[in-house]
């Protein structure tokens, strides 16, 4: 079992950044790969990108690809969601979500375990 916490969120002013953190427990973290995922009031569920268990290779989504960088800490349990140029459209919930092997999916289903999500809030 891996419990994961996002921590990080918060109100900011369009053309500002954010970091958020997810934070795991339970089985070992480094043997997990790491995928960051957002939803908008309304909308499905959106793919952002992710890691893998190393740390050695990343995959983002256009969109955000050039603003948006993911990290990981295996010594300190923790994945990293850098989030730059934000604009009010970035406004979501974000989540963290694992699986042992997969960071590429852009489904859902696909991960194994989620955090409870962080709500990022971006004015203009």
């Known amino acids: 079992q891996v419990q994961l916490v996002e921590s990080g969120g918060g109100l900011v002013q369009a053309g500002g950044s954010l970091r958020l953190s997810c934070t795991a427990s339970g089985r070992i973290f480094s043997t997990y790969a790491m995928a960051w995922f957002r939803q908008a009031p309304g909308k499905e569920r959106e793919y952002l990108g992710g890691?893998?268990?190393?740390?050695?290779?990343?995959n983002y989504r256009d969109s955000v690809n050039g603003r948006f960088t993911i990290s990981r800490d295996n010594a300190k349990n923790t994945a990293y969601l850098q989030m730059n140029s934000l604009n009010p459209d970035d406004t979501a919930v974000y989540y963290c979500?694992?699986?042992?092997?997969?960071?590429?999916?852009?489904?859902?289903?696909?991960?194994?375990?989620w955090g409870q999500g962080t709500q990022v809030t971006v004015s203009s």
């Open positions: 979500a694992s699986h042992p092997t997969n960071y590429r999916s852009p489904y859902s289903a696909s991960y194994d375990y």
């Open positions: 890691i893998s268990w190393s740390g050695s290779t990343t």
